[in-house]
C-alpha cells in the first residue's frame, strides 16, 4: 500500500474556487472511507471532510459547511474536494488520509496519509 497523492491546491483569490483530488492504490482506497484535512502555519491539524465507501454519508467541520462538498469516484480511486467561497482563514495545506479508527474527526483515527498539497487564499 502506498500513501495517496493530492493535487489541485494553488492561489486564488477570496471567493474563488479550487477542487483539490487525492488519488490513491486500490489497496488503500478501497472499502475505506476517506477524509480531508488542513494544517495552517503553526496550527494542528484540523478536520475538514470525510466520506464513507459507499459515499452515501459525508461529514464536515461546520468552518467549511455549505461552502466545501467531498466526493469520490470509487472506479477512479479518487476522493475529491470541491471548494468554493474561499476564505483566507482556508489558507493550509491540505491532506487526504484514510480512515480507519471509529472517530470521524480525529486525526489520530486515519492513517496512510498524502503529502499534502498547499491551498492559499489572498484577501
Known amino acids: 500500500q502506498v500513501q495517496p497523492v493530492e493535487s489541485g491546491g494553488g492561489l486564488v483569490q477570496a471567493g474563488g474556487s479550487l477542487r483539490l483530488s487525492c488519488a490513491a492504490s486500490?489497496?488503500?482506497?478501497?472499502?475505506?472511507?476517506m477524509g480531508w484535512f488542513r494544517q495552517a502555519p503553526g496550527k494542528e491539524h484540523e478536520f475538514v471532510a470525510a466520506?464513507?465507501?459507499?459515499?452515501?454519508?459525508?461529514y464536515y467541520a461546520d468552518s467549511v459547511k455549505g461552502r466545501f462538498t467531498i466526493s469520490r469516484d470509487n472506479a477512479k480511486n479518487t476522493v475529491y474536494l470541491q471548494m468554493n467561497s474561499l476564505k483566507p482563514e482556508d489558507t493550509a495545506v491540505y491532506y487526504c488520509?484514510?480512515?480507519?479508527?471509529?472517530?470521524?474527526?480525529?486525526?489520530?483515527?486515519?492513517?496512510?496519509w498524502g503529502q499534502g498539497t498547499q491551498v492559499t487564499v489572498s484577501s
Open positions: 466520506i464513507t465507501w459507499s459515499g452515501g454519508n459525508a
Open positions: 488520509a484514510r480512515k480507519r479508527g471509529s472517530n470521524w474527526w480525529r486525526r489520530f483515527d486515519y492513517d496512510y
Open positions: 486500490g489497496r488503500t482506497f478501497s472499502g475505506y472511507a
